[in-house]
C-alpha cells in the first residue's frame, strides 16, 4: 500500500513514525552516516510521509539526524567534540539529579538496583556484560526518578541515547567498562545512602568523565 502527504496525520501515527525511526537508529539498522529519505522511510515502515517527515526533523532536532542542505538527511556521525559537549552537558544534569537524590535519600527502586549491582559485584559467575550494562541505565535512570525532577530525565534519556551511538556493540568497550562501572555506581548510592550530597555529585562526575576517558581511547586508538 502506498502512503502520501494525504495520509491523515494522527498523534499516534507521528509518535509511531518517531519510535521506529529512533529504534532504527539506535539498534544501527541505519548506520551512522548512512542517508535517510523521507519516501524510503515511509515505505519500509508502512506509515504516511507527513508523520515520518516530522520524525525526521525532531530527530535532527535531537541529533539523530543531520540534514544537509542540497544533500540530503543522514544519520549523525557523532565526532569527538559532540561526545565532550554531550560529557559537559550529563555532568550538569546528573551532577544535579545526584544532589536532589542524595537530599530526598534513595528511592525504593534505587536500592532494588544496588542491590542487583551487589549481586553482579559478589557473584563468581562471569558477568554478563549486556545485562549489567542494561542494569547501570537502570541505575542513573532511577536516580533521576528519585530525584524528583521529570524534566531531568527527559533531558538525560536523550543525552543518553546520543552518547550511546558512538559505541553501541562495542564489546572491547563493555569488557573494559562494566566491571568498573558496577563499582563506581555502588559508591554512587552509598553517597546518597548517606545523604551526603558533595559527595553524591563528585562520585557522579568522576564516574562520567572515567566513561568518557574510556571512549575517547578506543576512538582515537590506532
Same mark, same amino acid.
Given at each position: 500500500?502506498?502512503?502520501?502527504?494525504?495520509?491523515?496525520?494522527?498523534?499516534?501515527? /507521528?509518535?509511531?513514525?518517531?519510535?521506529?525511526?529512533?529504534?532504527?537508529?539506535?539498534?544501527?539498522?541505519? $548506520?551512522?552516516?548512512?542517508?535517510?529519505?523521507?519516501?524510503?522511510?515511509?515505505? $519500509?515502515?508502512?506509515?504516511?510521509?507527513?508523520?515520518?517527515?516530522?520524525?525526521?526533523?525532531?530527530?535532527?532536532?535531537?541529533?539523530?539526524?543531520?540534514?544537509?542542505?542540497? /544533500?540530503?538527511?543522514?544519520?549523525?556521525?557523532?565526532?569527538?567534540?559532540?561526545?565532550?559537549?554531550?560529557?559537559?552537558?550529563?555532568?550538569?544534569?546528573?551532577?544535579?539529579?545526584?544532589?536532589?537524590? $542524595?537530599?530526598?535519600?534513595?528511592?525504593?527502586?534505587?536500592?532494588?538496583?544496588?542491590?542487583?549491582?551487589?549481586?553482579?559485584?559478589?557473584?563468581?559467575?562471569?558477568?554478563?556484560?549486556?545485562?549489567?550494562?542494561?542494569?547501570?541505565?537502570?541505575?542513573?535512570?532511577?536516580?533521576?526518578?528519585?530525584?524528583?525532577?521529570?524534566?531531568?530525565?527527559?533531558?538525560?534519556?536523550?543525552?543518553?541515547?546520543?552518547?550511546?551511538?558512538?559505541?553501541?556493540?562495542?564489546?572491547?568497550?563493555?569488557?573494559?567498562?562494566?566491571?568498573?562501572?558496577?563499582?563506581?555506581?555502588?559508591?554512587?548510592?552509598?553517597?546518597?545512602?548517606?545523604?551526603?550530597?558533595?559527595?553524591?555529585?563528585?562520585?557522579?562526575?568522576?564516574?562520567?568523565?572515567?566513561?568518557?576517558?574510556?571512549?575517547?581511547?578506543?576512538?582515537? $586508538?590506532?
Amino acid at each position: 500500500m502506498s502512503h502520501d502527504d494525504t495520509t491523515i496525520d494522527a498523534p499516534m501515527e /507521528r509518535d509511531l513514525a518517531y519510535d521506529r525511526v529512533r529504534q532504527s537508529i539506535l539498534s544501527r539498522q541505519l $548506520a551512522a552516516g548512512s542517508a535517510v529519505s523521507e519516501r524510503g522511510l515511509s515505505e $519500509a515502515l508502512g506509515l504516511g510521509r507527513t508523520p515520518v517527515r516530522e520524525a525526521i526533523k525532531t530527530l535532527a532536532q535531537e541529533g539523530f539526524l543531520e540534514i544537509v542542505p542540497m /544533500r540530503g538527511t543522514f544519520v549523525r556521525q557523532l565526532t569527538l567534540q559532540d561526545l565532550r559537549e554531550i560529557h559537559e552537558v550529563r555532568l550538569g544534569l546528573e551532577g544535579i539529579a545526584s544532589v536532589l537524590a $542524595a537530599q530526598r535519600g534513595p528511592s525504593e527502586e534505587l536500592r532494588q538496583c544496588a542491590q542487583q549491582l551487589w549481586a553482579m559485584q559478589a557473584s563468581t559467575v562471569p558477568l554478563n556484560t549486556d545485562a549489567a550494562q542494561k542494569l547501570g541505565w537502570h541505575f542513573h535512570e532511577a536516580i533521576f526518578r528519585a530525584a524528583g525532577n521529570q524534566r531531568l530525565l527527559a533531558l538525560y534519556r536523550n543525552l543518553r541515547a546520543q552518547s550511546g551511538l558512538a559505541l553501541q556493540h562495542n564489546e572491547h568497550y563493555d569488557r573494559l567498562r562494566v566491571p568498573e562501572a558496577i563499582g563506581e555506581h555502588l559508591h554512587i548510592y552509598a553517597a546518597i545512602e548517606a545523604q551526603d550530597a558533595d559527595a553524591a555529585q563528585r562520585r557522579t562526575w568522576d564516574h562520567l568523565t572515567g566513561a568518557l576517558q574510556t571512549k575517547l581511547r578506543l576512538l582515537t $586508538a590506532p
